[in-house]
């Protein structure tokens, strides 16, 4: 386990970067003012990343890298390439700085929770100005979050598009904790 | 006469070493019969001329290897073995808040931008999109008036050939002015 180079360091904002605001910051903000308070940090284990509190990466020191399966929140994981992908893991931290949100009607949670793109007939809400190829969080109409995904057009297209036209690419959803329950923490 | 074969000797060196003493072969003399006398002592030459060669030879600048330029292995240097000076060997880790924070403030202020320009593009799109939905639709309302103008035209010729002794494009009413005016008059039935 080892903290992020610099480069990893901008690839993985860039990536959070898509999702979230200007409140990204706050990620990494000390939790209180005294000097030596706990924050949260990045951690890179095999390929995978980290956001964890630094005492507690602190104590997993102790274990061997082999050995340790997980720590924090996976935020996703490095390609071979050097890109990043993020994780349905990650959904908590986005769902809580999400930029640009796209609330699901109830009868289009399904489709999405079993993989499909968000289509506009499904769609109950959505942020305004939102252009296109923009990362978005996806929400049920109560609010829980139930993944992400890429805008397909901007809200202005997509208000004239037909009914059964894709507003929205899916990147994750909560259905890959079942799907991919085997791959997802660890392989 | 059979044709005279030249013989080619790899090693010139070794031409004459067979390394038999007093064998055919170190006895022999160079194979293309031509013996050439073997200096013995300073040639014969003028002194004179001489050393201004040797001089002129020596005058030329001798390079160093290092202002040559040539690498050190004379092919590709693996990554691994181009060591730059001065710098860490390895990953440089960035853990302390404040570099993180500039790197962030940096991705953003980029991320920022790009959706901002996006933004424009697309309202630029849209506004050339309205003005060109307009300009349709303008154009289409022409088309209609004239072609709206063209049927009321056609309709009152029709109405106005209806009436006698109206010139419809110069040409006069056959029927108001024929031979058969008569048979035009309208019949009328009267009770008395």
Known sequence: ?187 | MAPSRTSTVKNKHAANKSGIKGSKLSKAGPQDGIVQKKRKGPPPTAKGTRPAGVLKKKKKKVYSEKELGIPQLNMVTPVGVEKPKGKKKGKVFVDDRESMNTILAIVQADKEGEIESKMIKARQMEEIREARRVEAEAKDQERKAKFDDTKDSLRKKRSRSRLPGVEVDGVKDEVATGSNALKAKKKRVSFA
């Open chain 1, 1 to 187: 386990m080892r903290a992020l180079t610099e480069e990893e360091t901008k690839t993985l904002f860039a990536k959070l970067a898509n999702y979230t605001g200007s409140s990204l910051k706050n990620l990494i903000a000390p939790l209180s003012d005294s000097p030596d308070a706990d924050r949260y940090v990045f951690r890179v284990n095999k390929d995978r990343v980290y956001y964890v509190l630094l005492s507690i990466s602190n104590l997993a020191t102790s274990i061997q890298r082999e050995r340790l399966l997980s720590l924090g929140t996976c935020l996703g994981k490095f390609t071979k390439t050097g890109k990043f992908r993020l994780h349905i893991t990650a959904l908590p931290i986005l769902a809580e700085h999400a930029r640009y949100k796209i609330w699901v009607k109830p009868n289009g949670e399904m489709p999405f929770l079993y993989g499909g793109n968000v289509v506009k007939a499904h769609v109950g809400r959505w942020s305004e100005d939102c252009p296109e190829h923009q990362g978005v969080v996806v929400y049920s109409m109560n609010d829980t979050p139930l993944g992400f995904g890429v805008t397909a057009r901007s809200t202005a297209e997509s208000r004239r598009l037909d009914p059964t036209g894709v507003v929205c690419f899916r990147q994750a959803d909560c259905g890959e904790f079942l799907r991919d329950e085997d791959t997802l923490f660890s392989g």
